[in-house]
């Protein structure tokens, strides 16, 4: 008899693994999708990350050649030519001295001839003191415009160079709030993205869970089917051996 119940007991043991293989795939396909879902969160978070560090190094790269460019503007600004006070000095003397020996040339004949009933030594001394003097005080004001005028080359280049510099500041926030929403931006997609992660992991686990409890209680419902028949084979054993 003993035999006989231990060969019953077997064949439902199989019984019981067969109908509960099913539940068990289920299982191990669940977790092998939590497994690939979580590989492929990965890889995705790895690609925003490359992408987010790419926008970043092109926008730093981009204000950096453009500020280079600017202090190499401002470096130079002395060998521009009009923001070289000297030059502008130079160049305006010269042109007053050019004004000045025509004035001086003009005025003195014009006061030699116009001023003067004599000729002569009166006539020369009076063209060299007219000359000397429309001269003089158009050289005079000539030196005072040159004067202004390198003062003024002075003063644009110092204006152009504050200018430059202002526009290096402006770019050095522009880059940094700009690098401040791209991260702001990847932040809420990584927290959404993984919101969206935990959601479907969530999903599952409950799913497993499930399956688990169900193929648990399939698990009792056929071995208390199995005890029940299996009680009752054995109580036929015992009546036909006693018979």
């Known amino acids: 008899i003993d035999l006989v119940l231990e060969k019953t007991n077997e064949k439902f043991n199989k019984l019981i693994e ?83 020996l025509v004035v001086f040339i003009i005025g003195g004949f014009a006061d030699g001839f116009m001023g003067s009933d004599s000729v002569g030594n009166d006539t020369f ?9 429309w001269g003089g005080i158009i050289f005079l004001l000539g030196t005072i415009v040159a004067f202004f005028s390198s003062i003024s080359a002075i003063w644009e280049r110092a204006n152009k160079k504050q200018k430059l510099i202002r526009e290096i500041s402006v770019r050095k926030k522009i880059k940094e709030k700009t690098i401040k929403e791209i991260k702001r931006d990847y932040s809420e997609k990584i927290e959404a993205f993984e919101d969206q992660l935990r959601r479907k992991e969530k999903s599952l686990d409950r799913d497993i869970e499930s399956l688990e409890k169900d193929r648990e209680m399939k698990a009792n419902q056929l071995r208390e089917e199995n005890f029940k028949v299996v009680e009752k084979y054995k109580d036929k054993l015992i009546k036909i051996k006693l018979v």
Request: no cysteine.
């Open 125 to 133: 001394f009076s063209t060299m003191l007219g000359g000397i003097k």
């Open 18 to 100: 067969t109908n509960l293989l099913l539940y068990g795939q289920q299982i191990e396909k669940g977790s092998r999708s939590k497994e690939l879902l979580k590989e492929a969160a990965d890889k995705r978070k790895v690609e925003i990350k490359s992408h987010l560090d790419f926008e970043i190094k092109s926008i730093e790269e981009t204000h950096k050649k453009r500020i280079t460019q600017i202090e190499a503007m401002i470096e130079h600004l002395s060998d521009d030519s009009k923001f070289d006070s000297s030059k502008a000095f130079s160049s305006s003397m010269l042109i007053n001295i050019i004004i000045s």
